[in-house]
C-alpha cells in the first residue's frame, strides 16, 4: 500500500495504511489507478503586530507611530525593552482623542499669533526717538531690543526678541519690521526713526 503513495512520508504512508486497512471501504471510495496522492504543505504564515512606538527607535520609527512589526521582534525586543504598545481598540481611541486635543491646541495657538499680528499691523508705525548725527544720520542703532520694549509700552505685550527681525538702522526714516509670531504667521510692523 506504501507504495500507491510514493510522495508521502514514511508516518504519513503508515498512517494512511492503517485507515485504509481499518476500513476497507476506504479502499473503493479512492480510485488507485496508477495515479498518485500529492499532499500540499501550506505556505508559512508570517505573524506580526499591531504596535505603538512609546519612543524613538531607530530603523523602525518615531514616537506614536502605529506600526504593524513580527511577532518575534515585538515579544523579544520592543516589549522587554519598553518600546512600543500593543494595539488595541481602546489605546487607538486614546490616542485618537490626545492627536485631536493637540490638533485643536495647534489651531488655538496659530489664531492667537493671527489676532497678535492683526493688533501690530493696525497699531501704525512704532516710533523712535534718537539722538541726531549730521543729516539723516543717528548715534547708535535702534536693535530688537528697542523694538520690543516700544511695543511693551505701548501695548502691554511681552515679546521675545528672538522672533523680530529688524533691518539695520543707522538713519532716520521708515522701515519694515518682522516679528515671526508662529510658523505660519508673520508680523509686518513699521517703525519710524526720529532724531532729536
Given at each position: ?57 531607530v530603523?523602525?520609527g ?8 513580527r511577532?518575534?521582534f ?30 485643536a ?8 499669533a ?34 520690543v ?8 505685550r ?7 527681525d ?8 521708515e ?6 509670531l ?15
Amino acid at each position: 500500500m506504501a507504495s500507491a503513495f510514493p510522495s508521502l512520508s514514511s508516518t504519513s504512508s503508515s498512517f494512511l495504511h492503517h485507515c485504509f486497512t481499518a476500513n476497507p471501504k476506504l479502499l473503493t471510495q479512492f480510485p488507485i489507478n496508477g495515479s498518485s496522492l500529492s499532499v500540499f504543505a501550506q505556505k508559512k504564515t508570517k505573524k506580526t503586530r499591531k504596535i505603538i512606538l512609546k519612543e524613538d527607535v531607530v530603523d523602525v520609527g518615531k514616537k506614536g507611530e502605529l506600526l504593524d512589526v513580527r511577532a518575534g521582534f515585538y515579544r523579544n525586543f520592543l516589549l522587554p525593552n519598553g518600546h512600543a504598545l500593543l494595539c488595541t481598540p481602546q489605546l487607538l481611541k486614546e490616542m485618537k482623542v490626545e492627536d485631536e486635543r493637540i490638533e485643536a491646541e495647534k489651531r488655538r495657538v496659530k489664531e492667537e499669533a493671527q489676532q497678535l499680528a492683526l493688533i501690530f499691523e493696525t497699531v501704525g508705525a512704532f516710533k523712535v526717538r534718537r539722538k541726531g548725527g549730521k543729516g539723516k544720520q543717528i548715534f547708535g542703532s535702534v536693535t530688537a531690543q528697542d523694538l520690543v520694549d516700544i511695543i511693551k509700552a505701548q501695548l502691554q505685550r511681552d515679546v521675545d526678541k528672538r522672533i523680530v527681525d529688524l533691518p539695520e538702522i543707522r538713519e532716520t526714516g521708515e522701515y519694515i519690521a518682522e516679528i515671526k509670531l508662529h510658523p505660519e504667521v508673520t508680523a509686518k510692523v513699521r517703525v519710524t526713526v526720529y532724531g532729536n
